[in-house]
Nanobody, 115 residues
Framework: QVQLVESGGGLVQPGGSLRLSCAAS????????MGWYRQAPGKQRELVAS???????NYADFVKGRFTISRDNNKNMVYLQMNSLKPEDTAVYYC?????????WGQGTQVTVSS
């Protein structure tokens, strides 16, 4: 059974940093495009950043220069380093894994940016 398990969320003050981690129980991890999505209350889920099997990275405009996505294929891990956090970054952050006809989601981790 495939599992994506996120960790690292929490409460942080504006301007602060958090590092999200996603552990994937996927034997084909290195072939998957890994992504971070977020969903704020009352809003649709949106892409934050993705990194494909060739380590090509895509960022949403609203996080460029603040967030960094990375992956470790030896550990089946993907990370999201979030700096200069803003209140509008408050959301549940989800890890996603896609390739071919496969599409997996984690359970999400809450990130709250508030003073």
């Amino acid at each position: 059974q495939v599992q994506l398990v996120e960790s690292g969320g929490g409460l942080v003050q504006p301007g602060g940093s958090l590092r999200l981690s996603c552990a994937a129980s996927l034997s084909i991890f290195r072939y998957m495009t890994m992504g971070w999505y977020r969903q704020a209350p009352g809003k649709q889920r949106e892409l934050v950043a993705s990194i494909n099997s060739g380590s090509t990275i895509n960022y949403a405009d609203f996080v460029k220069g603040r967030f960094t996505i990375s992956r470790d294929n030896n550990k089946n891990m993907v990370y999201l380093q979030m700096n200069s956090l803003k209140p509008e970054d408050t959301a549940v952050y989800y890890c996603n894994s896609q390739a071919w006809n496969l599409d997996y989601w984690g359970q999400g981790t809450q990130v709250t940016v508030s003073s």
